[in-house]
């Protein structure tokens, strides 16, 4: 079987799911149902049992085979963001943890340094550390050296929807790499979802194109399937670009002598 492995946790689904921006709690859990995955992640400021209406926790650990992996959104700080991730262990007790450091709330790029430092202390306290990064080979490879589960860099800017615009970069993370390469943010449809797939991601994580989607449990079943489709064109092997036409079958056999 064609899994996603992340630390000693197996996955089917290579799709997973951010809960941010659903109009509702159930149009989210319906979404999270249809896409099939079975990680999800969600922000620390959502696991609140006290207060319902702002507590993601309960009903996606109601869900059956989900795995939460909370993230440190809102951190600015490498110290913020292990601080979080403490918390969010306690609280979810997921070993998973997404560390996003985003001190900028105009272009809310994540921190490359705050980033490496945070992710260095949480893979030494045993948590399965998932960062959110620039698409930067150097800093990748840094990462899975620190110890890191995998490594998610951007395709874009979060909720631009414009895609793989660090495409090269990607192809470069992704030929360097012994862990698992997640696309995160950027994508808009599930074409791009699919490209990904087929240049050798692990996995993609989508959010916004789902949550502001017409129809948000379709747009995740879409999702899924090109997931599904780019990482089945990858394995097959697809074929090499070439600068000229490339005949598939002779063109001028029929012309020579009759045998």
């Known amino acids: 079987?064609?899994?996603?492995?992340?630390?000693?946790?197996?996955?089917?689904?290579?799709?997973?799911?951010?809960t941010g921006k659903f109009s509702s709690s159930s149009?989210?859990?319906?979404?999270?149902?249809?896409?099939?995955?079975?990680?999800?992640?969600?922000a620390l400021r959502r696991f609140n049992r006290e207060q319902p209406e702002d507590d993601l926790f309960t009903p996606l650990s109601a869900i059956p085979g989900i795995t939460l992996m909370p993230n440190t959104s809102g951190a600015s700080t490498a110290a913020e963001a292990v601080q979080a991730a403490r918390i969010s262990r306690e609280l979810s007790g997921s070993p998973f943890i997404?560390?996003?450091?985003?001190?900028?709330?105009q272009h809310l790029m994540p921190d490359p340094i705050e980033t490496y430092e945070a992710s260095k202390i949480l893979a030494k306290e045993g948590f399965l550390v998932m960062p959110y990064i620039p698409a930067d080979p150097v800093l990748a490879k840094r990462l899975e050296?620190?110890?890191?589960?995998s490594v998610m860099p951007l395709g874009s800017a979060i909720g631009s929807g414009q895609g793989l615009a660090t495409a090269e970069m990607l192809r470069i993370i992704i030929r360097e790499s012994n862990i698992p390469v997640i696309v995160d943010a950027g994508l808009r449809s599930?074409?791009?979802?699919?490209?990904?797939?087929?240049m050798g991601c692990g996995a993609v994580l989508v959010n916004s194109a789902v949550a502001v989607a017409g129809d948000p449990p379709a747009m995740a079943e879409a999702f899924a399937e090109a997931v599904a489709a780019g990482r089945k064109a990858f394995r097959a092997g697809i074929m090499q670009?070439?600068?000229?036409?490339?005949?598939?079958?002779?063109?001028t056999a029929f012309l020579g002598p009759a045998s």
């Open 1 to 18: 079987m064609d899994s996603l492995h992340l630390g000693s946790y197996t996955f089917s689904s290579r799709l997973i799911l951010g």
């Open 27 to 42: 149009v989210m859990l319906e979404a999270i149902k249809a896409s099939g995955t079975g990680l999800v992640t969600v």
């Open 98 to 105: 997404k560390v996003e450091i985003h001190p900028n709330p």
């Open 145 to 149: 050296e620190a110890g890191c589960a």
């Open 190 to 198: 599930p074409s791009e979802a699919a490209l990904a797939m087929e």
């Open 241 to 251: 670009k070439s600068g000229m036409a490339v005949a598939t079958s002779p063109l």
